[in-house]
């Protein structure tokens, strides 16, 4: 049973930055603040590049490098670009998923390994860096990572993410053995089983207590923060890779649509759904993390409510629970010192609140569940939800490899393409062999920060600009009703024209002068890790004026040979 292409770029689209990188920056820009940026950023730059890939695609029936050879053999480098970036994302994503996979056979244990420290050699107590962090830290620091202390301490390779790695690319192999038409029913699971998991989650997030806490912190807006141009950027960023622009899968699904497909309907639903998702996803999340939050908050202040009792003659632990701020304004007033000898631990609950990067998904949800009941059930739910969401945007991240490497016929027809998949994912697996190092999450870092955010802005502005003034917006707006029916609204035609390359060009310029402003984030490491950081950038985006240079050059040799003839 075939899905629809549609299904392949919702499954696409909606992927783990729906989850944990979108609550994130939620939190750190201000709440509710962000989705200002965030909608605008849709609107006026998502939205827009969305419908322009899928129907682009459709039209033309050809993945990324058929298109833009089509349009112009001078824009075939943006084809080449998108396909190096899909292949250096998915690098990197499906490590995500093998560090998914290490903590979904860790989730079947009773009871579950990071609920508590492990005993030390001798058995006299804990081990010491668990005990002065906790268990989940150390499970995820120590446990899965393995981590060393900065980017150059390789070590050796961990063999649990090797085989989690290898039984990640294996699994892709399977589903897309061959190509789209293979994913038939696994986009099925992959795309809808993640909002059964997600509703559940919301129904059990906001039962627990502290859960409103969460939300008022999520919802709060601190409109201030508006004012840092980098929240601008993130927004943006968060758009592309959110939506998988510029990747070349969404063009390689769509011309996989009837030609009559109506692609602008599909656009503005694939979109809304994809955001819809990331919100809707951020209100479990921060549900659970007010209650794991709260219950953190509860117990500091429990500890400092005990050393208070032991030192004066108080009331009990529940009155002074209710009133601690009032007790402790008195007692520090008119015995400071006693106070101050007592060294009481300081109770915020903005700081427990906190989180940041991956630790949103495998620290802070996972610190949260051992503190629910049935913590195993939710445990094996969570991280199936998450693989879910990975492989189906893998899924997408293969076809734009795939397909562009048919189109390039650097691969001879002959070629099956089971032999063809295989070789991809096992060089791929090779390649990403780096990520399962002691330093493996440094260098995830690494080309998540690189590749993943100037080279799509740098691809989708000349998607954009080649359609419009090379194609022919006139030419291409009589595709699109010629497929839908209708002509593109004033909306379309202003956004294609001006404010969706404005827009990226803008973003563009601020990053670059934000870069050139701070202070480099790998500025203590060797030079050679400063020039992968820029290879990233430039492998993808050097093929566009590359080709381009390539095709002038064939041109003027050919007329030059031309006339002297």
Same mark, same amino acid.
């Given at each position: 049973?075939?899905?629809?292409?549609?299904?392949?770029?919702?499954?696409?689209?909606?992927?783990?930055? !729906?989850?944990? #990188?979108?609550?994130?920056?939620?939190?750190?820009?201000?709440?509710?603040?962000?989705?200002?940026?965030?909608?605008?950023?849709?609107?006026?730059?998502?939205?827009?590049?969305? +419908?322009?890939? %899928?129907?682009?695609?459709?039209?033309?029936?050809? /993945? &990324?490098?058929?298109?833009?050879?089509?349009?112009?053999?001078?824009?075939?480098?943006? /084809?080449?670009?998108?396909?190096?970036?899909?292949?250096?994302?998915?690098?990197?994503?499906?490590?995500?998923?093998?560090?998914?996979?290490?903590?979904?056979?860790?989730?079947?244990?009773?009871?579950?390994?990071? &609920?508590?420290?492990?005993?030390?050699?001798?058995?006299?107590?804990?081990?010491?860096?668990? +005990?002065?962090?906790?268990?989940?830290?150390?499970? @995820?620091?120590?446990?899965?990572?393995?981590?060393?202390?900065?980017?150059?301490?390789?070590?050796?390779?961990? @063999?649990?993410?090797?085989?989690? %790695?290898?039984?990640?690319?294996?699994?892709?192999?399977?589903?897309?053995?061959?190509?789209?038409?293979?994913?038939?029913?696994?986009?099925?699971?992959?795309?809808?089983?993640?909002?059964?998991?997600?509703?559940?989650? =919301?129904?059990?997030?906001?039962?627990?207590?502290?859960?409103?806490?969460?939300?008022?912190?999520?919802?709060?807006?601190?409109?201030?923060?508006?004012?840092?141009?980098?929240?601008?950027?993130?927004?943006?960023?968060?758009?592309?890779?959110?939506?998988?622009?510029?990747?070349?899968?969404?063009?390689?699904?769509? &011309?996989?649509?009837?030609?009559? !497909?109506?692609?602008?309907?599909?656009?503005?639903?694939?979109?809304?759904?994809?955001?819809?998702?990331?919100?809707?996803?951020?209100?479990?999340?921060?549900?659970?993390?007010?209650?794991?939050?709260?219950?953190?908050?509860?117990?500091?202040?429990?500890?400092?409510?005990?050393?208070?009792? !032991?030192?004066?003659?108080?009331?009990?632990?529940?009155?002074?629970?209710?009133?601690?701020?009032?007790?402790?304004?008195?007692? $520090?007033?008119? +015995?400071?010192?006693?106070?101050?000898?007592?060294? %009481?631990?300081?109770?915020?609950?903005?700081?427990?609140?906190?989180?940041?990067?991956?630790?949103?998904?495998?620290?802070?949800?996972?610190?949260?569940?051992?503190?629910?009941?049935?913590?195993?059930? @939710?445990?094996?739910?969570?991280?199936?939800? %998450?693989?879910?969401?990975?492989?189906?945007?893998?899924?997408? $991240?293969?076809?734009?490899?795939?397909?562009?490497? =048919?189109?390039?016929?650097?691969?001879? *027809?002959?070629?099956? *393409?089971?032999? =063809? &998949?295989?070789?991809?994912?096992?060089?791929?697996?090779?390649?990403?062999?780096?990520?399962?190092?002691?330093?493996?999450?440094?260098?995830?870092?690494?080309?998540?920060?690189?590749?993943?955010?100037?080279?799509?802005?740098?691809?989708?502005?000349?998607?954009?600009? /080649?359609?419009?003034?090379?194609?022919?917006?006139?030419?291409?707006?009589?595709?699109? *009703?010629?497929?839908?029916?209708?002509?593109?609204?004033?909306? @379309?035609?202003?956004?294609?024209?001006?404010?969706?390359?404005?827009?990226?060009?803008?973003?563009?310029?601020?990053?670059?002068?934000?870069?050139?402003?701070?202070?480099?984030?790998?500025?203590?490491?060797?030079?050679?890790?400063?020039?992968?950081?820029?290879?990233?950038?430039?492998?993808?985006?050097?093929?566009?004026?590359?080709?381009?240079?390539? +095709? =002038?050059?064939?041109?003027?040799?050919? #007329? #030059?040979?031309?006339?002297?003839?």
């Amino acid at each position: 049973m075939k899905a629809p292409p549609l299904f392949h770029c919702v499954g696409f689209a909606v992927g783990l930055g !729906n989850v944990w #990188r979108f609550p994130y920056l939620c939190q750190i820009y201000g709440g509710g603040a962000f989705l200002i940026p965030y909608v605008i950023a849709l609107i006026f730059e998502g939205i827009p590049l969305f +419908h322009l890939e %899928l129907a682009i695609g459709q039209r033309l029936r050809k /993945g &990324s490098i058929g298109v833009w050879n089509t349009i112009s053999p001078y824009f075939g480098g943006v /084809g080449i670009g998108s396909l190096m970036v899909s292949f250096i994302v998915s690098l990197y994503y499906n490590t995500i998923l093998a560090w998914v996979m290490w903590y979904f056979i860790n989730s079947f244990q009773e009871p579950l390994p990071w &609920s508590a420290c492990p005993l030390n050699g001798n058995r006299t107590g804990y081990i010491e860096e668990c +005990h002065e962090s906790t268990a989940v830290n150390y499970f @995820w620091y120590r446990r899965a990572l393995n981590i060393g202390s900065d980017i150059t301490d390789s070590g050796n390779l961990q @063999w649990w993410l090797v085989l989690c %790695l290898a039984i990640c690319w294996a699994i892709v192999y399977i589903c897309t053995i061959r190509g789209i038409e293979s994913t038939g029913k696994a986009i099925y699971v992959t795309a809808i089983f993640p909002y059964l998991v997600l509703t559940i989650f =919301l129904i059990r997030g906001l039962a627990l207590p502290g859960a409103t806490e969460g939300l008022v912190y999520f919802f709060t807006p601190n409109m201030n923060i508006l004012k840092n141009p980098r929240v601008w950027l993130d927004a943006a960023t968060q758009i592309f890779f959110s939506l998988s622009l510029a990747f070349g899968g969404l063009i390689a699904f769509s &011309s996989y649509n009837s030609p009559k !497909n109506d692609c602008e309907k599909d656009a503005v639903t694939i979109a809304i759904v994809n955001s819809m998702t990331s919100l809707y996803a951020s209100i479990p999340i921060f549900s659970i993390l007010g209650f794991k939050a709260t219950t953190r908050y509860w117990d500091c202040l429990d500890r400092n409510i005990i050393g208070i009792i !032991n030192e004066f003659d108080l009331p009990d632990q529940s009155i002074m629970r209710d009133n601690y701020t009032i007790w402790f304004g008195f007692l $520090n007033t008119t +015995h400071p010192k006693k106070i101050t000898s007592l060294k %009481l631990r300081s109770c915020d609950l903005q700081e427990f609140l906190d989180a940041s990067g991956t630790g949103l998904a495998f620290i802070v949800f996972t610190e949260a569940i051992i503190l629910m009941p049935g913590s195993q059930g @939710w445990a094996v739910l969570f991280f199936i939800m %998450l693989f879910c969401l990975g492989l189906s945007s893998m899924f997408g $991240n293969i076809e734009g490899i795939l397909t562009p490497l =048919l189109e390039l016929h650097v691969v001879s *027809k002959s070629v099956p *393409k089971e032999v =063809l &998949s295989g070789v991809l994912c096992l060089v791929s697996f090779v390649i990403a062999l780096c990520f399962t190092l002691r330093s493996g999450s440094y260098w995830l870092e690494v080309f998540d920060s690189y590749a993943g955010s100037l080279p799509l802005l740098i691809i989708a502005f000349f998607e954009v600009t /080649g359609v419009v003034y090379v194609y022919g917006i006139k030419r291409f707006s009589d595709d699109v *009703k010629w497929m839908t029916g209708r002509q593109p609204n004033f909306y @379309w035609q202003v956004s294609w024209r001006i404010i969706s390359p404005l827009l990226m060009l803008t973003v563009f310029i601020a990053f670059v002068t934000l870069q050139t402003q701070k202070q480099p984030s790998y500025k203590d490491y060797p030079a050679w890790i400063l020039a992968i950081c820029v290879l990233l950038v430039v492998l993808p985006c050097i093929f566009i004026p590359m080709v381009a240079f390539y +095709h =002038l050059i064939k041109r003027v040799l050919g #007329r #030059r040979k031309k006339e002297g003839t």
